[in-house]
């Protein structure tokens, strides 16, 4: 399958001219039209404004900084973000996929390796409404429905993420399985990118306080010590 190439624009919030220019370059040569914003709250206003089809977002920006805009942007919406930092530390990065991003790229980073890394977030992003007719998949009062890229719980909606909607379906798809931390990494991350298995808990802790009645005793989302987690089917809400 070729990579998607989204008619909406790609944008970059970036306070380093140089370092946005390059990227805009290479992001172009693949096909990619693209939008550039110099602070937090430009890029949040264009953000809402364009509607792009994915955030490349700073975290060291002047005003609003990167973590405050990722969080303000999960509130109303689920645009994949690839956050770009200097800091190589597990716990920023652990933090930043915690609050919504989809994938982290330290500086300095090849330009070349942040474009595959945008395509495989696209390609798993627009992958949800590939298969036609796709199941949809309900446990108790959770329903998931892969073409509307929708779920609710006891009919109310629920905003996940992408990355928190692939882990669920994935899990969702195969109830009773257990899934290693590593297994449901190769599902999110397809490209070999971010990771630290430490994410997958970090989304499971998400997907709790979003899906379960009591997220200290969780009813669906259920860990198998030593090995991850599993998916139980309930058979009342």
Same mark, same amino acid.
């Given at each position: ?5 989204? %008619? ?11 370092? $946005? ?15 550039? @914003? ?49 800091? @190589? ?10 609050? &919504? ?15 595959? =890394? ?5 390609? %798993?992003?627009?992958?949800? $409404?590939?298969?036609?007719? @796709? $199941? ?22 629920? @905003? ?15 109830? &009773? ?15 070999? &990118?971010?990771?630290?298995? =430490? ?8 997907? %709790? ?20 987690? %599993? ?7």
């Amino acid at each position: 399958m070729s990579d998607p190439q989204p %008619r909406r624009p790609i944008l970059i919030v970036e306070d380093d001219r140089n370092i $946005a220019s390059l990227v805009e370059q290479y992001l172009r040569k693949e096909g990619f039209e693209t939008l550039s @914003a110099g602070d937090g709250d430009a890029g949040l206003a264009l953000a809402r404004r364009e509607g792009p089809a994915l955030v490349i977002l700073d975290i060291n920006l002047p005003g609003m900084d990167g973590w405050e805009v990722c969080r303000a942007l999960r509130r109303d919406s689920d645009v994949p973000i690839l956050m770009l930092t200097a800091r @190589a530390e597990e716990m920023d990065r652990v933090v930043g996929l915690s609050i &919504g991003a989809d994938d982290y790229v330290v500086k300095p980073f090849s330009p070349r390796e942040l474009v595959e =890394r945008v395509k495989a977030i696209l390609r %798993r992003t627009a992958g949800r $409404a590939d298969p036609p007719a @796709a $199941a949809v998949l309900e446990s108790g009062p959770i329903r998931l429905d892969p073409d509307r890229h929708a779920v609710t719980v006891s009919g109310m909606d629920v @905003a996940l993420t992408p990355s928190e909607f692939k882990l669920l379906q994935t899990m969702m798809q195969a109830p &009773g399985k257990v899934f290693s931390r590593d297994e449901l990494l190769d599902r999110l991350y397809d490209n070999g &990118g971010v990771v630290v298995d =430490r994410v997958i808990d970090v989304h499971m802790g998400k997907l %709790r306080q979003k899906l379960e009645p009591d997220p200290s005793t969780p009813r669906f989302l259920l860990t198998v010590h030593g090995v991850g987690y %599993r998916f139980a089917q309930s058979k009342s809400p």
